[in-house]
């Protein structure tokens, strides 16, 4: 049996930038999944699990790498 593992990430400020600007916050979110997020999860197997306003929760099936140390940019994001 393969052991999954959880990966949760969650956008600091994002109450803050959503009440400054709402719609550019969901654009740059959004853009952020595309052109980032997704490519990086797919890239080690990974798998979107659910999207929770400002949040994501993604699963693996192998040995989860520390996506952050590959792509400075996610730590920052």
């Known amino acids: 049996m393969t052991a999954t593992r959880r990966l949760a990430a969650d956008v600091a400020g994002y109450s803050r930038l959503i009440g400054a600007d709402e719609r550019g916050t969901l654009q740059a979110f959004k853009a952020i999944q595309v052109e980032l997020f997704d490519p990086t999860i797919a890239a080690h197997n990974g798998r979107l699990v659910k999207i929770m ?17 590959e792509n400075p940019r996610l730590a920052r994001v």
């Open 53 to 69: 306003g400002d949040g994501f929760l993604v699963g693996f099936s192998r040995h989860l790498i520390v996506i952050a140390n």
